[in-house]
């Protein structure tokens, strides 16, 4: 069982700038799972890197359903993430929400298929196909490793939109009673 941590919200410095590589598969890597696992579940997610919680290294864990319905969960330690060619590629242009920037939703073109390389919590090489909302959540996971949240890839009036709507409701959550 891992502790919940907070969870770090757009414009904070460690979610816009690149993570670093994960060296050692210790103790201090699990514990550090198990923590996002727990922070994950609090806030009702179904991804979280570890940026999200302020520790900037390429990490994420995922518990979510493939398009077929199927639950899949894991953790990704160093991913690189493969999308297919354009020629094969189908885009969902389902609506997409993230932790970091609570209860704002829009559409955001994504790959229907994704796959993401890389290891697990001991060190052990995972590969890990996705279709669906596993798919999204696997491109999204990756993209907070690399510095970009959803809302980077969202035009620009889209975004002012989602950002705006989101400074209202954190200025509600701040009123007085």
């Known amino acids: 069982m891992g502790e919940v941590r907070p969870i770090v919200r757009v414009g904070d410095p460690v979610l816009h700038r690149p993570c670093e590589p994960v060296t050692g598969f210790d103790g201090e890597l699990a514990a550090l799972v198990a923590d996002m696992f727990a922070s994950m579940y609090a806030a009702e997610g179904v991804g979280l890197a570890a940026n999200q919680i302020g520790v900037p290294l390429r990490v994420f864990v995922y518990d979510c359903q493939d398009a077929d319905g199927r ?45 993401v390389r890389g ?48 400074e209202e409701s954190t200025k509600a959550d701040k009123a007085p009673l």
């Open 119 to 166: 290891f697990d919590a001991e060190g052990e090489p995972v590969v890990v196909e996705g279709t669906g909302l596993l798919a999204r959540c696997l491109q999204h996971e990756t993209d907070h490793l690399d510095g970009h949240l959803y809302i980077d890839r969202l035009p620009a009036k889209r975004r002012k939109q989602v950002l705006a709507a989101y």
């Open 71 to 115: 639950p899949h969960k894991g953790v990704v330690v160093n991913p690189a993430l493969e999308l297919p060619g354009l020629g094969e590629r189908r885009l969902d242009a389902g609506d997409e929400g993230c932790l970091s920037v609570p209860g704002q939703y829009a559409p955001l073109p994504r790959a229907d298929r994704a796959t």
